[in-house]
């Protein structure tokens, strides 16, 4: 939520910036497009649907993902272990979330 609101109270700001000669030149797959804020911005307005429902389901998954260790805690806490096991199986966790 706070880097949401961070980067809606900058996205006016860099709506003011004014590009360098007609925009960024960003190398793509051997061709080279010129992109701008405002560019980024008609493409998702262009595209709401897309983005939106995509975005809807991410948005799900990384906040699953970030109660996973609450979760976790909470289900060892239910099967009447204690603070080993929990810690424990938060560790296992993020074991195989980083593998």
Wanted: with cysteine.
């Amino acid at each position: 939520v706070a880097q949401s609101a961070c980067g809606l109270a900058i996205l006016p700001f860099a709506l003011l910036v004014e590009p360098p000669a007609g925009g960024l030149l960003l190398s793509g797959t051997g061709a080279r497009h010129r992109c701008t804020v405002r560019g980024m911005l008609r493409c998702v307005l262009a595209n709401w649907r897309d983005f939106g429902t995509a975005g809807a389901a991410l948005l799900i998954l990384q906040m699953l993902r970030q109660a996973k260790d609450f979760l976790i805690v909470l289900k060892v806490h239910t099967l009447g272990e204690g603070l080993a096991a929990a810690g424990s199986a938060v560790s296992v966790a993020y074991l195989f979330d980083l593998a």
